[in-house]
Nanobody
Framework: QAPLVESGGGLVQPGGSLTLSCTAS????????MGWYRQAPGEERELVAH???????NYAEAVKGRYTISRNNAKNTVYLQMSSLKPEDTAVYYC?????????????WGQGTQVTVSS
């Protein structure tokens, strides 16, 4: 079973909203710092939102004020609420555990979920 399964992506018009979910399995989810990443065509994968095991969140400048990351440890799930979406938010979105030592992704990547912002 894949350790990370993302869902909730889709096609949305500019200015619209989406909420992504990522459910983890096979790990003690509550002790992991988690992150949402995205990868646009031809671009490097980038971290856009991060939440610590205790719930402290921070964001990339490009999404600050528009995205909200949250987690439900009882459900082993991390969420990404996205609003005021722009065409440049179009990407495949992934979640992963973020290593406290290296700051790098710590688990095998899931399949991601496609977000397309277009009119």
């Amino acid at each position: 079973q894949a350790p990370l399964v993302e869902s909730g992506g889709g096609l949305v018009q500019p200015g619209g909203s989406l909420t992504l979910s990522c459910t983890a399995s096979g790990i003690l989810f509550s002790i992991h710092n988690m992150g949402w990443y995205r990868q646009a065509p031809g671009e490097e994968r980038e971290l856009v939102a991060h939440i610590t095991y205790s719930g402290d969140a921070n964001y990339a400048e490009a999404v600050k004020g528009r995205y909200t990351i949250s987690r439900n440890n009882a459900k082993n799930t991390v969420y990404l609420q996205m609003s005021s979406l722009k065409p440049e938010d179009t990407a495949v979105y992934y979640c992963n555990s973020v290593s406290r030592v290296s700051g790098k992704p710590a688990l095998t990547w899931g399949q991601g979920t496609q977000v397309t912002v277009s009119s």
